[in-house]
């Protein structure tokens, strides 16, 4: 394992050009049935099964065809303690290391999990929604809380920010700057600490949080469990990211809460920021009864077998004293506004969410600030205002041939799919081409009124253009 700070001295050039030689790049894997944690080769040279049987798998391999594919990166490997003799003829890696795209990241093997209380995570799926959700540009100064190896640390960087990255675990940061030096991505900050209290008296722009949100019985794994009853380390959390963020700043937090079963408690979450004066709005992505919960996560920390019968026991009696019906699981996203707060709840699945999901949160978090900042009796007043359109919205249709093609649906998708993905019907695209031509709705209306029944439209546009501001699509002048 990695073993203390990497020496300032390592130079990763020699291990990167070993592997681009060998050929262990991004495009030559894929997931093995979508499981992220088992990835097979495409066919390659012998040196790209050597890196896989190596990094990938973790098996151990001779010696001597460890030194035909590292060549001068070897000695250095065994020095930082990621290469280790298993006997006078092979070698093994204590850590993996995938590809990711021209690059690549180190973390523990998965095979191990069981094993390591400090288990550090590689590049899972929580950890690319939440780079996928958030909105980063050059030039903000971004927190990632719980950044764990560093993969979405990383990934703001590179898009321009000045990025500050803290845990709790000495380990998951040793990863961390390793796989920072590994990917040539230098000048990122690494604190140590619980929680805030390394950047205490810090604001930011923006906030990526992916804390050990697993409700569970047990403080079995750092980056899973929290130790604290329910969710209490989720709510703590949020109630104290707001004071952490600068104007208009946003976080972003992955989390999981339960309820007692009925609809109307579902967004309880909604409640713990409710003192802080932000903006909050949640989205449940997944929800499921205790017994699959608890299959889903004992699952994932013993390597994918089925969960022993007495533990699967034990959660599900924990849950029950608990009260939990159900539970979700989702994200939050937490804005410091200079208006009047405002909330909202949304759930959808994650499946189709794109990687420009970031876009859409930004263009929502806009829109109902600027909504709740108006008068509450100013709602026909929206009709003379000119919006601009979101530049990535798009319109897919489903046509059936008969004679000839007749539209039977349209579907509106914006950016990351996030801020709108559903069915509308065909007044929409006409309004939005107007408004896309410099035109306010006002001037729709008398097009709105040709085809419709009902006295006076100026109501129902109205309505109609408020939800399109609040999703993201059209988009208020800025002030």
């Known amino acids: 394992m990695l073993s203390g700070q990497v020496p300032g001295t390592w130079d990763p050039s020699s291990l990167r050009a070993a592997l681009k030689t ?57 020095e930082l303690g990621l290469l280790a003799p298993q006997d006078n003829e092979r070698v093994s890696s204590t850590v993996r290391i995938e590809p990711d795209g021209d690059s690549w990241f180190a973390s523990d093997h998965p095979s191990r999990l069981a094993s390591s209380p400090e288990h550090v995570m590689g590049i899972g799926r929580s950890t690319k929604i939440l780079a996928a959700l958030a909105p980063s540009r050059p030039g903000l100064k971004v927190l990632d809380l719980c950044t764990g190896a560093g993969w979405v640390a990383l990934q703001m960087k590179r898009t321009g920010c000045a990025v500050t990255a803290a845990d709790i675990s000495q380990r998951a940061l040793e990863f961390a700057r390793f796989n920072a030096r590994l990917g040539g991505c230098e000048g990122i900050e690494f604190l140590q600490g619980d929680r805030l209290s390394p950047v205490a008296g810090r604001g930011f722009d923006l906030i990526t949080a992916n804390p050990p949100f697993v409700i569970s019985p047990e403080s079995s794994f750092t980056f899973r469990d929290s130790g604290l009853p329910g969710s209490t380390f989720c709510e703590n959390l949020a109630r104290t990211l707001p004071d952490h963020l600068a104007a208009d ?37 997944l929800t499921q009864d205790p017994a699959e919960y608890a299959r889903q996560w004992l699952r994932e920390g013993c390597g994918g077998r089925s969960p022993a ?31 009047p707060r405002w909330t909202r709840s949304d759930a959808r699945r994650m499946e189709h969410l794109r990687m420009d999901a970031g876009r859409d949160i930004r263009a929502v978090v806009d829109g109902e600030s600027w909504l709740a900042r108006r008068a509450a009796d100013a709602e026909m007043d929206l009709l003379g205002i000119r919006f601009a359109v979101s ?49 306010a709705p006002a001037d729709f209306l008398p097009e709105l009124a040709a085809g419709s029944s009902v006295g006076d439209v100026a109501p129902r546009l109205a309505v109609i253009v408020r939800e399109l501001i609040r999703h993201g699509i059209l988009l208020p002048p800025q002030t």
């Open 22 to 78: 060998a050929g262990y790049t991004g495009d030559a894997f894929r997931a093995a049935d979508g499981d992220a944690n088992v990835l097979v080769a495409s066919a390659g040279s012998p040196l790209l099964d050597i890196a896989h049987r190596l990094f990938a798998a973790g098996l151990p391999v001779p010696h001597a065809d460890v030194e035909k594919l590292l060549g001068k990166a070897f000695a250095p490997l065994l």
């Open 249 to 285: 700043g946003i976080a972003l937090m992955l989390l999981s809460w339960f309820d007692d079963g009925r609809e109307e408690n579902a967004s309880a979450p909604l409640d713990w920021t409710r003192d802080a004066g932000c903006n909050a709005w949640l989205f449940r992505t």
């Open 391 to 439: 530049a990535d919205i798009r319109l897919e249709s489903v046509s059936h041939l008969a004679e000839d093609w007749t539209t039977i649906a349209l579907r509106l998708l914006s950016a990351g799919r996030l801020a709108y993905d559903g069915p509308v019907d065909s007044t929409l695209p006409r309004l939005l081409a107007h408004c896309r031509n410099g035109l």
């Open 309 to 339: 019968p007495a533990d699967l026991r034990r959660w599900i009696g924990y849950f029950a004293e608990l009260g939990a019906r159900r539970f979700h699981t989702g994200f939050m996203i937490l804005h410091r506004g200079d208006g």
